[in-house]
């Protein structure tokens, strides 16, 4: 954290204003208490100007020798660039990560990408944030266990990449909070948490799968 901290203090008084205030909203999200999360040191070669945060769904354990687990992770990213960027179609980039092990039935759906993508459409769409240029990918994958790991279950993993452009809003400083709660709202239901009572009934078409029947240990 304090390295992430350091370099954002290095690079605060030759970032543009925008930047600093979007920065500034997403430290100051907030954020359901299933939700932990930090900065982390952001890619320096995307963007003239980057920040960075992870985050990870935790189920904290009830008695006194329960662990936590992680039931989903991932990163964000806000890239700028105030000459604005072609690709992107404005002058701010949000790029993310977001992963969870699922049960394996939910896995063998075989919507579960299209499904998956439309939870990060909707989480947006719900939020009632404005965006655009969305691209991504949704990457499913299976791990078989043998040998002196043949008595665990199989597995699956989920991995959600994308990336959208946030719309700018008064002076040229899109709503980063509602980005990153939209994208908190993701990783919780990848994660299989039912919706918190703040949050907004999915539209848009979402297809909810069934909730899992239990965190695994990460």
Not at 4 to 12: G, K, M, N, R, V
Not at 102 to 128: F, K, N, Q
């Amino acid at each position: 954290m304090a390295a992430a901290q350091e370099h954002l203090a290095d690079s605060a008084d030759e970032a543009p204003i925008p930047f600093r205030q979007a920065v500034e909203a997403l430290r100051s999200a907030r954020l359901r208490p299933e939700i932990e999360i930090d900065p982390t040191p952001a890619p320096k070669r995307l963007a003239p100007f980057a920040y960075a945060l992870e985050a990870a769904v935790v189920e904290h354990g009830s008695g006194p020798v329960s662990e936590d687990k992680d039931l989903a992770d991932g990163r964000l990213v806000l890239l700028h660039n105030p000459a604005g960027d072609d690709a992107w179609h404005g002058t701010f980039r949000v790029v993310t990560l977001a992963r969870a092990e699922l049960e394996p039935e939910m896995g063998a759906d075989p919507l579960l990408p299209e499904v998956s993508w439309s939870w990060l459409t909707g989480a947006l769409e719900a939020r009632g944030v404005p965006y655009g240029a969305p691209s991504g990918t949704v990457t499913r994958a299976g791990s078989y266990y043998f040998g002196g790991l043949a008595a665990r279950e199989p597995a699956t993993q989920i991995e959600i990449r994308a990336s959208w452009t946030p719309a700018e809003g008064p002076g040229g400083v899109p709503d980063m909070a509602a980005h990153l709660a939209a994208w908190c709202d993701l990783l919780c239901q990848v994660a299989g948490l039912p919706p918190a009572a703040l949050d907004l009934a999915p539209r848009g078409g979402v297809v909810p799968l069934p909730q899992r029947r239990g965190a695994q240990p990460r």
